[in-house]
Every structure is written in C-alpha cells, then in structure tokens.
C-alpha cells in the first residue's frame, strides 16, 4: 500500500522495473532512470460528502440507520446497493432554484440590516452576548477551556486571534479569509437559510431534497428542522372544517376576537386577540375559499374554535404530521413547530384525493451478492373524505387563482404561469411570528413542492413582511424549481388536472361561488373642484354651496336638448331662514 507503506511500495516498484528488464520489456538505462523516481499518488478517499444532493444522503443514513441495525448491515462497509427515490435531473433544478432564489433574498437582507446586528429581541433590542454564546456551543472553545482552565482572558484571546478561516460566499462557493473565530461567527450568522422537498403525491416518493444554501459549511438539514408553520398550517383547520360538513362557499365573518388562554411561559391565562397581517378587520362575511386564499387570521381562528383543536390535531396526525401539537387556540395559525418533510407530505394527501402515503426516499437495496434485502413502504391509507380533499384542492387553487390570494404570485411567467393552461396548481404561503420563518407549498396533482427559508436562529430575520413572508422569500424556490421540471419534456408526466367530482352529492354552488372582494372606496379626488365640470357657486365666506341647495334656492334650470345639458346662470333669490 503506497499510502500506509511508501518505503515497502517503493522498493517493490523497483523489484518489478528489473524483472522487466530481466524478461527484456524494459533497458537497464531506462529501468534505472524511472527507479529513481518516487511515487506520485492521485489518491483520494470516496466519502459520503461527495457527489449530488449530500443533505439527501445524510436523510437515506438516517432513514436506514435503525434497518441496518436489525438486520446487521454496515451502511458504507457491507457492499449494499442502495436504490433512493432521488431525480438527479429534478435534484439538480431544486439546487439551482434554492441558489437563484437566495442569492437575492441574502442580498435584500444585506441591504434591509446594513450595518446594523440582525439578532433581535422580540421588541426589536439587539440581544446581548448572542455571538459570545454561540462560540461557546463551538468545538473551538471547549478545546481552549480544555487548555486554558480558569484562564477567561487567555480563551477571550484566541478567539478574537486571527487566522485563516474557510468562509461561504455565492459567487465562489468557499473562500478563505483571515478573520478571528469571533468574526468568523458574525459573518456566517448574517446568512438566510432555505429548505426544498419535492413529493409524488400518489406513492410518496421524494424527487428532489435541498437541505440548505451549501452542505459544506451547515450540514443542518432544514428539511427536518422544526419550525413553526404559520399560516400553512390552515390546511389542517380547513380540512376539519370540510370534515365537519362545510364547503368553500359557507360564510363565515371577517371580525375581531378575543378570548382568555393559557401562557405556558407566564404560567397564568392572558388575553389573546390575534390580527390580520393586514392589521385590520374587514367586517364582512366571505366565503371560506376566499378566507383561505387571503388567509384571514380571524376566520382561521373562529374556525379552530367551532371545529374543536383536539379535532384539529387528530387529522393533522392523520395526514402525516408527527410532531407534537399544543392543544391551544394558537395552533389555527401554525404555532406549534413542524418541520417541511412532513408538511410536504401532508399536503399530498389532499393532492391523491384523501390518500395517504409515507414519505419514501428508498426504493430497494440489494447486497453485495445480488439479493435483494429490502423494499421500501408502499403504504396507502384513506385519512380524509373524499369529499374534503377535493373541496380542500379548490380552496389551495383559490390561493393561486383569485385576485387578492396570497400565493397568486405563483401564477406568473417567471414561475408555473406558463403551465396553468394544462395543470391545476394550488398553494399556500405561511409566514410565522416576526417573519422568522417563510413557507410555501405548492400543489399539483401528481408533484407537491414545499419551500422554507429563514434564519439559522430565530431571532435573525426581516422586519417587514414586504420583505419577509412567504410569498416573497419561499415562493419563489417553488415557482423556480416548477418552472424548470414542466419545461422539460422528460417530465412532461407531472402535467395533469384534477378529477372532476366524484360524489354525486358534490355540486358547483358548494365550491363554484364568486370571490370575496374588498368593496372599493369611491374615488373623490374627481370630485375635487380642480377637476369638477360644473360650475361651482360660492357663499359669502367663500365656501362652496352644495349642488342640491343651489337647485332648490337659486333656482338653476337644467334643460335637454339634443342629449346635451345646458344651465341658466342663476337669479338673485330672496332666501329666508325657514327655507333653509
């Protein structure tokens, strides 16, 4: 072995050069002159790191690591030939989208904080000693504690010592800088992070995986990090709703609400009164579609209540959601965390008619012998009604479909516009708290796509949900990666619509109703005297007298001829104050 035994490996080199002249394949002037050579290596380990989709290998290690622990397989020593659900075509797309889009997410966050610390306390404070307790979670200075014991100012030292570091930036992958351990912190923590998974809704099988911007430098997987949902949790108090009896056209009100629960924190009920992320209330009452695409809190809210949270919680377990849900008034709005392999999967339910499938990113496995040792899950399990998830694929398609819907965005050129002729796309943007986390998931009826970005901690965010929710940070990955996969004629199967009713007992008024919108404010700037076609009559103090008093008391006579208007000027009246 020339790596572990170079002087073992050198001298049998030399052994094989003279039997090659002995044999005459070789001159003694030639054999001496290579003997005197040393051995050049182009050696190199293959690791688990190398190659496409690296966050989606990790998932397969995790998903197979209990499998191989019963049956007795080594993942990376036994000779297994493991076949994954991964599109290497499909992957590649997801990967450009997430970088597309990033790229200029990183650049408004740069220019939306400048210079200012982006780690922020829920009243917008800069939170002391943030970077300080980061680098004491770093393996960097458990090794100074190590050597420096008792000694703060010796460790505070070396982590503020420059020294080379290896640094990510977009346009050159990795980078290296002189910077101190401290700085090096600073800097990487300014990066937004992202998450993409792409779904067949009617096996379950993963098509493509982004865990984040670059495994080299965060080998966290966001695809299975826990966050909380936001409004894309809606799906599950919708879904219960139809359950429950009601239809995209039932009304319910646009209104403030308050109500006592429960402060895990404060251990003592507090007032609850949740907003629109407008800010205000309309008053009116609107169809539940037009609720849904607009994504009206208040409704949303009311909605958890009369359905029942417990209730809420049994279909979103139904569905495929697995992490723990609080039983409180809250959770309509997506505040218990989740992560987005299992939203994704979720929302395939809806997609395959109310059928359920778990998420599968291993197909087979064959060992070093040929035989086949394993085959992935086929599950298929009816969670939901029919009838609900086809009035539930009408409600994600009103979100992309009706004017004023939170994810309409999704609808133009630069994302799935070109494709909505041929194709059904549903979609739901959800964005949580302080705009700590933005979500979209994107619903067709044979591909689901879901998309999160935000900061590695949550205190690191936008400000504003211009620049912060879904629609405008998440959304676009989706439209990104849509746009590339149907443009492709190899994937030309994933176009499709879906089914028209089924049940007999479903009919158009129960989903077909028009869209809620907003009555429009009459214009009065045309009425501005700037701009007014008639003649103006003005009091004593110079205030315009109204039209209807100049008619009755200053007698204006108005006379058609023609189609056409004309007007005496008016007379000198004698007004007194009983005919006012």
Not at 259 to 285: C, I, L, R
Not at 312 to 318: K, P, S, W
Not at 493 to 516: A, L, Q, R
Request: net charge negative.
């Amino acid at each position: 072995n020339p790596r572990s035994n170079p002087k073992n490996s050198l001298s049998r080199r030399n052994t094989v050069l003279n039997n090659m002249v002995k044999h005459g394949d070789l001159s003694r002037t030639a054999c001496d002159s290579l003997s005197q050579l040393p051995i050049k290596l182009d050696f190199k380990v293959e690791e688990n790191y190398d190659g496409q989709a690296k966050y989606f290998r990790e998932a397969v290690a995790n998903y197979l690591k209990d499998w191989c622990e019963q049956e007795g397989y080594d993942l990376y020593s036994s000779g297994l030939k493991i076949y994954t659900t991964i599109d290497t075509r499909m992957q590649k797309y997801a990967e450009e989208a997430a970088i597309k889009q990033m790229k200029k997410v990183q650049q408004n966050f740069k220019a939306h904080w400048g210079n200012n610390d982006p780690w922020i306390d829920e009243k917008g404070k800069v939170i002391p000693g943030f970077i300080e307790g980061i680098a004491q979670r770093q393996p960097e200075y458990k090794a100074l504690m190590a050597r420096f014991p008792n000694q703060p100012d010796s460790i505070t030292y070396y982590l503020n010592k420059p020294h080379k570091v290896k640094l990510f930036d977009y346009e050159k992958g990795t980078i290296e800088k002189e910077m101190s351990t401290m700085d090096s912190i600073r800097y990487m923590v300014h990066f937004m992070h992202c998450a993409m998974v792409a779904m067949e809704p009617q096996s379950g099988a993963v098509k493509a995986w982004v865990g984040d911007i670059d495994f080299n430098s965060w080998k966290y997987d966001k695809v299975t990090a826990m966050r909380q949902p936001g409004s894309t949790f809606k799906l599950f108090v919708y879904t219960e709703a139809m359950n429950q009896g009601l239809t995209p056209c039932d009304k319910r009100r646009d209104e403030y609400i308050s109500m006592q629960v429960y402060d895990k924190n404060k251990h003592e009920n507090v007032t609850w009164t949740p907003s629109n992320a407008n800010g205000s209330f309309s008053g009116d009452s609107m169809p539940l579609k037009s609720a849904f695409a607009k994504s009206v809190n208040s409704i949303a809210v009311r909605l958890g209540q009369e359905m029942g949270i417990k209730r809420i919680i049994t279909t979103a377990q139904a569905m495929g959601i697995h992490s723990p849900l609080d039983d409180q008034p809250s959770l309509a709005l997506g505040s218990s965390d989740v992560n987005l392999l299992e939203m994704v999967n979720a929302y395939c339910v809806v997609a395959d008619n109310g059928k359920h499938h778990d998420p599968v990113l291993v197909t087979r496995i064959v060992d070093h012998e040929g035989n086949e040792v394993y085959v992935g899950p086929k599950t298929d399990e009816q969670v939901i009604p029919y009838k609900s998830a086809f009035f539930m694929q009408k409600l994600l398609m009103s979100g992309t479909h009706d004017a004023g819907g939170t994810s309409v965005s999704f609808s133009s050129a630069d994302y799935a516009g070109s494709f909505f002729r041929d194709t059904d796309f549903g979609g739901k943007t959800g964005t949580s708290n302080n705009h700590s986390d933005a979500w979209f998931i994107a619903v067709s009826p044979k591909l689901v796509v879901g998309a999160w970005v935000g900061g590695e901690y949550r205190s690191i965010h936008f400000r504003t949900g211009a620049l912060g929710q879904g629609s405008k940070t998440a959304l676009p990955i989706c439209g990104y990666f849509i746009k590339s996969v149907f443009s492709d004629p190899a994937f030309q199967g994933y176009h499709g619509k879906f089914d028209k009713p089924k049940d007999e007992d479903i009919t158009s008024d129960m989903y077909g109703c028009e869209s809620y919108y907003k009555p429009v404010v009459r214009d009065t700037v045309k009425e501005d005297s700037l701009t007014h076609e008639d003649e103006i009559q003005l009091d004593a103090n110079g205030n315009p007298i109204p039209r209807n008093l100049m008619e009755s008391v200053q007698g204006i006579k108005v006379e058609e001829q023609k189609g056409e208007k004309k007007r005496t000027h008016p007379t000198e009246q004698t007004v007194t104050l009983e005919d006012l």
